[in-house]
């Protein structure tokens, strides 16, 4: 071994208990190496006190086998010193440190002094411990698994390696003293780490910071490993000195560290657009934490890139300030240089001519603002989403065949001011590509075997079937987005046939495999198609419906057990569910069945509908204001899933939700006070009688109206009978059937002398009876996400005669609606184009003069913008007398601001109204046109927004009242 002095040598010489133990240590191992056994690892104690321990075993890994060691760079090995009356030549002077540092001599502790390594750049996000740099390249990872150690290992002091060294003709050499390096082994150059310690560290614990280091104890010591641990280290500490002390076996290899100054007062200035608490939470730099000039590079550019994502494209934060303090605390200020906002006023497009400029903005995120966004600010200049942009246009051109297409930023001309940016972007179109062959590469399971297609199947996917739902043909000019549409097709009729893991396109991308010619504009399509099995549906499963009834569930999925899975039905069925509105969150999983003996059934599956039960109840108070139904106030009580039959058994029924909770009916109680209008209405609904198709409605009310020059208040009740007529089965149109009945006191009073004539006709009580019939329509291209849909309604109604009471009339009315959405970014902005129509006609037979006011059909103010509230028709004493005919229209387009909160409409209302539909002003055409803004507040006023319009007549009649304002606040009771 190698000495460090006689007085060391005599102390570690071994006593007679200790070679007894050598020698039986050594039988031991002779007799497991013959007969056969493993010796690695097998070592022996010294009773020396001061010998240290040996290198801890290898950790555990997964496959049972010793995780590897990071290759070290080869080094000269030192020959072993000789013992004694022995004589060797000289050594060679020992390797060269990296920074032309030398290792010390053997015995000496030596003091370093490392030169901190500058600034890294930062890791992005909020302040967090920062994670070991990566080894240099030609270094080995630190998480890497290390290789076993080298054949030639040191053993504890006073016994020699098991297997000694090895001669040259092979025979066993002489086995090398304690701490002796065996001069064949590279690695054996460097000492072993017995300890490592740290001196100084008062915030940091020495535990954690030996996590940080790459070199370990019970390993070698790595030079080049030990330059990257003082880079980390100097993320925590100011000054750091290294001090290696020659032990028994090994070095304590010791940091000597100077903490950094603790910063007790943290200053930030210059930040507007930023408030003090969001630049903070972006530092590292914190007070009551050492200060890290590393933190502080970092910092300056995450607040840097905060900025910009603000679209302060030319923010700056210099170097901060750092003060010392009375005390050595550090004061730091960050200074933040915030620039211009700054805003796209244009986007030059250079070099395109098949597609127009619109086309390529549709598919852009960067915008140029238009006039209310100017005003609001809300539009901005982003770099990286520039970048992004230019993407998303050579995609564009993919799509459209241009394959070879080119797109790059040209120009950012920005203004003097630095507000503005004008931004030019280059395109080279080249030639499109048409389509040559068009292939699909069908895998399918052998026919007979189980979850094999059927013959349909077969004859279904055949290629002329498969070319026929692909639809992009040979000779086309290939188009990106019907190629996209035609995978869509063939993997949804795949999936409508139960084969549910059907793979269509690449199997990483699932595109359309392009395939081009040489000196060609022709590219091949390739579609691979992996079938996979095809699946029946054991059963279907609803888990987590706690309160609500399985029959609730089970009645908005379309399809069930034992026959094919047709997956679209299934996910048709969730969102069906989801629309019940009754749970906070509704999903489907679909697993493979299980038999009795818990193993799976081959070509079966189970689906599983998993639920959490949300609030159905909801108690509102709210104000609403309207330039129709003046200020009104309301209390009201919904209950979505209410069940009538579920009274509550105790106070914990109540509590928890389960009372009157479970069977889908709705439960509607409406006390609605105002100064125009006040109403009562109790309201119950059943969907499904005793598990049929018809539907059950009753309605309790009564309702008083003050208009000009009398008061009707009106008290009665209704019940109703709805059927299903039609329901396709992907949901998208449904056709239903209604009849009600109602019965209603009517009281006409306080009629002033100069009100309408027709006030004075049906003065006092009336009593109405009346039967109604009505067809409603809906429809939709998709259940799931739709982008148009329609509703229309179609209602019949006669009054009196065979059904008695006091009004002898009939009337027939129909409003309807349809809504395009135009476009929805990224953020889900949803543009949206909205028609109406409401139409009605309405006469008097019999021994009734004429149809009542408050069944006549009245338009302005909400329901015919640019004209006050009822000022649109016939009046009498200056009054609005209402018409027995009426068509309204109604175009809006909505371009939303901000997302669910703030929306611009544009708008244009027409329509007619008069007497009668055969009086002389029947179609006398009104036109008015207007913009609006919405303001959703649904914390407050629940789903109706906040709606201020501003419209002009452009075409009225000399009767008519214009009214350029209209507006309502809160919800349309």
Known sequence: MLAGSEGEANRERPSPGCLRMLLSGVALLLIAACLGAPVDGVALRTASADAPPPPPPPAWTPSGRQPTVPAVPVQPAIPARPRAGGRVPAAPPPPAWPGSRTRPAPGQPVLR????????????????????????????????????????????????????????????????SPGAVDARDPAAARPFIRRIEFEGNLLYASEMLKTRLRNKEGTRLDPVMLDLDMEELY??????????????GGIILRFRVSENPLILKLDIRGNDALDNAEVRNL????????????????????????????????????EPEVITLPGGGRRVIFT?????????????????????????????????PNFIENIIGDLVFRQHVLEQDLVAIKQLYRSEGFLDAEVALDDLRFSDDKSRVEISISIIEHQPYTVGNVEFEVERLDPGKVASPTADDIATFTDEGLQALYGLKSGERFSGKKAAKGLKEIRETYFKRSFLNAAVGHRRTGETVLRGREKELVVDLVIPINEGPKFRLARIDFVGNEYTRDRILRREVKTGPGGYVDRNKLDRGLAGIRRLNYFDRATLRLADAVGPNGEVIEGWKQATYEVVEGSTGNVSFGVSLATDGGLAASIQF??????????????????????????GQEFDLLLNPGTQVSQFRLRFREPRVFGSKYSFEVSLYRRIAFRDGYEVDRTGYSLGIGYPLFRADDDTLALLSEIEWRHELVDLDDIDPDSIPGAFLFENENEIRS?????????????????FETQARLSAEYMGGQLGGDLNMWSV?????????????DEGKKHRLIGRVNAGIAEAFDDTPEVPPYERFFAGGRTFRGFDFRGVGPHANNKPTGGEFMLTTS???????????????????????????????????????????????????????????????????????????????????
Do not use: C
């Open 638 to 663: 919904q209950k979505r899933n209410f069940d009538i039959t579920r009274w509550p058994t105790s106070l914990a029924d109540i509590e928890s939700g389960r009372a009157w909770t479970g069977a």
């Open 283 to 318: 530092l590292r730099t914190r007070e009551g934490f050492p200060l890290s000039p590393y933190h502080l590079a970092a910092d300056r550019e995450d607040v840097e890139e905060a900025y910009r994502l603000q679209g302060h494209h030319f923010a700056n934060v210099p």
């Open 891 to 973: 175009l809006e387009y909505e371009f939303p601001l901000v997302r669910r909160t703030l929306s611009i409409v544009a708008f244009t209302d027409q329509g007619t109204l008069a007497s009668s539909i055969g009086s002389s002003t029947a179609w006398k055409w009104r036109v008015t046109a207007g913009l609006g803004l919405r303001f959703a507040i649904p914390f407050l006023l629940g789903d109706r927004p906040i709606a201020l319009d501003f419209a002009w007549p452009i075409f009225s009649e000399d009767e008519d009242e214009p009214g350029l304002f209209s507006f309502s606040l809160g919800r349309d009771l």
């Open 336 to 368: 933040v240089v915030e620039g211009p906002a700054v805003a796209v006023s244009r986007i030059v497009f250079r070099g395109n001519s098949h597609l127009a400029q619109k086309d390529l903005l549709e598919v852009m995120l960067t915008e140029t």
């Open 813 to 825: 009315s129909g409003r309807g609606s349809a809504t395009w959405l135009v476009h929805e970014d």
């Open 771 to 787: 039967l109604a019939v009505s067809l409603s329509m809906v429809t939709r291209d998709d259940f799931i996400k739709p982008t």
């Open 113 to 176: 002094d490392i030169v901190p390594p500058q600034p890294a750049p930062p890791n992005r996000g909020p302040a967090q411990p920062i994670p070991p740099r990566p080894a240099p390249p030609g270094q080995p990872q630190p998480s890497q698994p290390r290789r076993p150690a080298p054949p030639a290992q040191p053993a504890p002091p006073g016994l020699a390696p098991s297997g000694g060294a090895t001669s040259a003709e092979g025979r066993p050499g002489p086995a090398l």
């Open 235 to 248: 993320r925590y500490f100011r000054d750091i000195q290294v001090v290696e002390e020659q032990v028994a």
